[in-house]
């Protein structure tokens, strides 16, 4: 089925432009955004204009495996290459050869795997585990993520030689609550798609009042929890109590101090960055990107602290455990400032 970008936000009209001019180069290309924004529907209408459609077009999801299982998905292996290798598999770059490989999730590719994807982007060859011949590729690479992959690139999380290799075309897809416009055509391309999906006389289109209250909602989960909601209405009626279920269930309050804006309860958590309540002075200027900062530096010490503690501040061993590079771990120990106790060796 062909795949369409609806909206008519700024942002959408530049990714519709960047998707006509990026299609046929080929050109490695990034997608970044919160998840639900709509980065593989952006995959798929590049691969879908491009002159390689009918080709394949290959997912990897970096996230779903563990590191070894990860590299022989990737790069494939030749039979008895280790223990259980009863054939030779042939590994997604192979698969995806004259094709596109969709890396999904590349922000949590571990650093060792990113040296071996970057060699094979430079090289434009891989050799499967246990094989001593190289095999050739041409794939286009496009790859998506959630995370900020410039940050962790400073933080020493992703590599900067592979970021400036996957990212000669960058994408970015603006949350919902940046581009509301777009809510209200996604609305009724979803309401006409059920439909005719559900194909069932009982079904409730949703009332003007309904359409302005979702479009008025800031969307955490983005299209994704849009089109989880608009299907629950269609089936269950837009009825005051109904909607108010459904947004609520849709995102749960956190724990923390709460406001109450246009009837809805929001959360914000205060104890998290340190500061006293809602009208605290602090809060005038903080931007959302220092909040996150913020927040992210508070988990990451808690985290990092407490995996220290627990292996007696041996280094080695809590970069396993946390699955970050040894220097990452130095650099992290450092600038969370992170103090050992008072007799702790590696
Ligand atoms: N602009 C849009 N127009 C039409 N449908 C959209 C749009 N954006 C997203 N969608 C739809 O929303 C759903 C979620 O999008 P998608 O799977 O591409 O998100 P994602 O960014 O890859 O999310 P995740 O990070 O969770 O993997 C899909 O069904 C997709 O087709
Ligand atoms: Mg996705």
Same mark, same amino acid.
């Given at each position: ?11 959408? &009209? ?5 998707? %006509? ?26 691969? &879908? ?88 590729? %041409? ?23 592979? !970021? ?7 994408? !970015?897809?603006?949350? #919902?609550?940046?581009?509301?416009? %777009?809510?209200?055509?996604?609305? $009724?391309?979803?309401?006409? &798609? !059920? ?21 008025? !909602? ?15 209405? @269609? ?7 109904? @909607? ?25 958590? @205060?104890? #998290? ?18 909040? /996150?900062?913020?927040? #992210? ?32 771990? #130095?650099? /992290?120990?450092? %600038?969370? $400032? ?9």
């Amino acid at each position: 089925m062909k795949s369409e970008i609806i909206g008519v936000s700024q942002n959408i &009209q530049k990714i519709r432009d960047l998707i %006509d001019q990026v299609a046929d180069t080929g050109l490695n290309t990034v997608i970044c955004g919160e998840t639900g924004v709509g980065k593989e529907l952006v995959v798929q209408c590049l691969y &879908q204009k491009s002159d390689r459609v009918g080709k394949p077009f290959v997912k990897v999801n970096c996230a779903a495996l563990p590191d070894s299982l990860l590299e022989s998905e990737m790069f494939g292996y030749e039979q008895g290459a280790f223990t259980g290798a009863e054939r030779r598999k042939r590994g997604k770059f192979e698969q995806a050869h004259g094709g596109v490989l969709f890396l999904d999730e590349i922000g949590d590719m571990s650093l060792p795997l990113q040296s071996k994807l970057l060699h094979v982007l430079q090289g434009g060859e891989f050799t499967p585990l246990g094989s001593e011949k190289s095999v050739k590729s %041409d794939t286009w690479v496009i790859a998506a993520t959630n995370h900020e992959l410039e940050e962790e690139m400073r933080n020493g999380g992703f590599r900067e030689d592979l !970021y400036y290799r996957l990212s000669t075309i960058k994408i !970015y897809l603006a949350p #919902l609550r940046d581009r509301p416009e %777009d809510i209200p055509h996604l609305i $009724n391309h979803y309401i006409e &798609q !059920y439909t005719r999906q559900f194909n069932t006389k009982n079904i409730s289109i949703p009332s003007q009042s309904a359409i302005e209250k979702l479009s008025g !909602y800031h969307w955490p989960g983005n299209v994704r929890e849009l089109q989880n909601v608009l299907k629950r209405i @269609m089936i269950l009626g837009s009825g005051e109590e109904n @909607m108010e279920e459904l947004l609520g269930s849709a995102s749960p309050p956190k724990a923390g101090n709460s406001v109450r804006t246009s009837g809805r309860e929001f959360s914000m958590p @205060m104890d #998290l960055l340190g500061i006293d309540g809602p009208n605290s002075s602090d809060l005038a200027s903080l931007s959302l990107k220092e909040v /996150k900062r913020k927040a #992210l530096d508070r988990v990451e010490k808690e985290v990092i602290s407490y995996v220290l503690q627990k292996t007696g501040w041996n280094r080695s061993k809590a970069t396993k455990i946390l699955n970050i590079s040894y220097k990452t771990l #130095l650099y /992290k120990i450092k %600038d969370l $400032n992170i103090k050992p106790p008072p007799s702790s060796t590696d």
